[in-house]
């Protein structure tokens, strides 16, 4: 219970602290491995008992009992007897109720820290249920049961009218109380029963469990301050001060510990629920037909009966709910995926150019807030002030497992990214959000990334004419760029001369394409033209690093990644395609070598379509003979915080982070 009245104690009479309660309970706690009876069928019974006793009303009549089966069940008769003589009659004084609850556990040594707190309270059920069984039968009966009631005092309290409308408040009060406990002992009971289901290591039961002690000592003082309300109810003496005392102070106690233990069960109720929920999602999406509104329907407004609220879609700034989502049938989804806290304003500028541009409208937004719990103070006003600015589709109150399905399926780790999916309900583009900042509307040439022509869609950005008219007749081109002067110059030098040899002896055009202007023999590498070509770069890879790819796209992914890493090397980079298919990329100094040793391989070339591939060969031929060692940098952050590469000459794993390629320590090479 975290000592909700741990200080609470020293103002009420009461002796001891509740860490000291704690310690003696705890102290005498010797529980027997197999329990003397069923705590459960006691429980069950106990709670008959007391939910028709705590009415003021002839609850007997037309009411039954669930009819239950107890022919084996043995009454802890004995415990239940000396229970009820350690509550009866007890002289009232300050520390009275602390005194007996303590002696109760004393005498319950050997039972758990459940079986205590039912035997407790089936003990004072059994005295109270019969005090108003009695009072419903007297004096209609016959002369045995007239004569218990006597006994028991029940005349005193229904004789005199005055005296029974005065104590029925104190009545009301007293019941309330009782079925707060028997709510609290219930709860506990289901704790024991979670511990099967839940890891017992786990934290919120772990946390929950650590609580019973405590909670089982208040529930049993709460049951000695019930037993104490009702020895006055039958007396015509007025009640002592400190019983009021008592009885305000355990109520409130008892009342804090079920609200807690209900926020507890909640906790670990969902967290076996979760699982199954989520597993009966992936099952649903796995058989959803193929169309993006079947899809859409699976997924994203997933329907959760254990959660609060339903998903739903809305339109517009005012946030008009759309009950028919045939609106995104064939159309291609783009479900931009934020917390209420990071949303950006550049996104929403990028996306109101695909929104207002798209061609036929035929790619539909939906803003996907993920948040965890719609109730914190201010979300939902956070999430209309958000809404007021998007004129797109938006989803409200996502079920937990959709949202586990977006962190775990679509890599979501509360940083802002673009799922892009088709008509089909297939996802074509794990997060496009870099390519619709870069390239706005034309962010749909990079829903589809070809291994073999990946070059196209990065080079939107610097087109120009020529390049173009390069690129569609299919000429052999260089890409090259670099951040020292004299490496760009000296390689410019080099493919010119090598692409005059090249032209003379095989008759096959070479051309030239620096990223970033070279004025007066100065390279501009930070301008407009190498900052666009190096985003695009940067953006496919973090779309590569976020698919489970295999085959061809793994393979790209390394290429990229490699070329991202020659980004500041001093020698500069290159790549060479054929229009816009890629032939090979790499460091300046690997290719003008290859250049400047063409007279060793050109032998090999028998056609025009053939250069590419000797001059590949002759590429990786270069690589594998170099010995250099040491790191370039990558300058990016993508995906994964940690990737693993492979030395291309031994396939030795080595670490890719995210700044830096180590070198293979194998072969003591750089990986490319």
């Known amino acids: 219970m975290n000592s909700i009245h741990s200080n609470v104690f020293s103002h009420n009479g009461f002796t001891l602290t509740e860490p ?65 003589c350690e509550m009866s009659c007890k002289a009232v004084h300050e520390n009275s109720a602390q005194t007996t609850t303590l ?47 006597i006994l028991n005092r029940i005349p005193l309290l229904l004789n005199s009218t005055a005296n029974f409308k005065k104590q029925q408040g104190t ?7 009782i079925n707060t406990t028997l709510q609290v002992i219930k709860c506990i009971l289901k ?41 006055y109810l039958t007396r015509d003496e007025e009640k002592p001060q400190a019983v009021s005392i008592l009885s305000h102070f355990v109520t409130k106690g008892i009342n804090d510990i079920l609200a807690k233990l209900k926020r507890q069960l909640t906790i670990c109720q969902k967290e076996i629920d979760e699982p199954e929920i989520y597993w009966k999602l992936l099952k649903h999406v796995a058989h959803a037909p193929r169309k993006i509104t079947h899809v859409f329907n699976t997924l994203i407004l997933f329907k959760d009966d254990a959660y609060a609220k339903p998903a739903t879609l809305s339109v517009g700034y005012t946030n008009k709910e759309v009950f028919d989502i045939d609106v995104l049938e064939g159309k291609y989804v783009t479900f931009y995926i934020s917390t209420l806290d990071n949303v950006s304003h550049k996104d929403i500028l990028s996306l109101k150019e695909v929104y207002e541009g798209t061609e036929n409208n035929k790619c539909k937004i939906v803003w996907i807030p993920i948040v965890e719990d719609w109730t914190e103070y201010g979300r939902e006003e956070q999430f ?13 109150y996502l079920s937990p497992a959709t949202i586990k399905y977006i962190k775990e399926e679509w890599y979501f780790q509360n940083k802002p990214l673009s799922v892009l999916m088709n008509p089909h309900g297939d996802v074509e583009n794990l997060n496009a959000l870099n390519w619709i900042q870069i390239h706005g509307i034309n962010f749909f040439a990079f829903r589809n990334i070809n291994p073999k022509t990946w070059i196209a869609p990065v080079v939107q950005e610097i087109m120009t004419p020529t390049l173009d008219t390069w690129m569609k007749e299919g000429e052999y081109i260089f890409f090259y760029g670099g951040t020292d002067d004299y490496s760009m110059e000296r390689f410019r030098m080099k493919a010119n001369s090598a692409k005059v040899s090249i032209l003379e002896e095989l008759k096959i055009h070479i051309k030239l394409f620096c990223v970033g202007k070279m004025e007066k023999g100065r390279s501009l590498s930070d301008d407009s033209n190498a900052g666009g070509f190096w985003s695009s ?17 793994t393979a790209l992914r390394k290429q990229v990644h490699k070329l991202l890493s020659y980004k500041n090397d001093e020698s500069g980079w290159c790549v060479l395609s054929k229009g816009s298919s890629v032939v090979t990329s790499g460091h300046g100094w690997a290719i003008s070598r290859v250049l400047d040793e063409f007279d060793q391989w050109k032998q090999r070339i028998s056609h025009e379509e053939n250069f590419g591939r000797c001059f590949q060969a002759y590429h990786e031929k270069v690589i594998a003979q170099t010995t250099t060692s040491g790191a370039h940098s990558a300058g990016c952050s993508f995906g994964n915080a940690r990737n693993m590469e492979c030395c291309p000459v031994c396939k030795t794993p080595i670490e890719a982070t995210l700044v830096s390629y180590k070198y293979c320590r194998m072969c003591n090479l750089t990986p490319y």
């Not at 006691?42 to 609850?59: A, C, V």
């Open 20 to 84: 000291e309660i704690l310690e003696i309970i705890c102290e005498n706690h010797a529980p027997e491995i197999r329990p003397k009876f069923d705590v459960r069928s006691l429980f069950f019974i106990t709670e008959n008992i007391i939910k028709h006793s705590t009415h003021t009303s002839n609850i007997l009549k037309n009411d039954e009992i669930k009819p239950q089966n107890f022919d084996n069940f043995i009454s802890p008769l004995c415990a239940l007897k000396s229970i009820g």
């Open 103 to 149: 002696g109760i556990f004393g005498k319950l040594t050997k039972y758990s820290w459940e079986a205590k707190a039912v035997l407790a309270l089936a003990s004072f059920a059994m005295e109270y249920g019969n005090s108003w069984l009695l009072s419903q039968l007297y004096p209609q009966s016959d002369q045995l049961t007239t004569a218990l009631a």
């Open 171 to 177: 009545v009301v009060e007293l019941n309330k109380t």
């Open 191 to 231: 704790l024991d029963e979670l511990s099967a289901h839940i890891d017992p290591n786990h934290a919120s039961l772990k946390s929950a469990k650590k609580d019973v002690p405590i909670n089982t000592y208040w529930s049993i003082l709460t049951i000695v301050s019930c037993a104490t309300e009702v020895f």
């Open 384 to 396: 209309m002030e958000w809404r007021s600015k998007m004129p797109w589709y938006a989803v409200q």
């Open 537 to 553: 770069i940067q953006s496919l890879l973090s779309t590569l690093s976020d698919y489970k790819l295999h085959g061809e796209h």
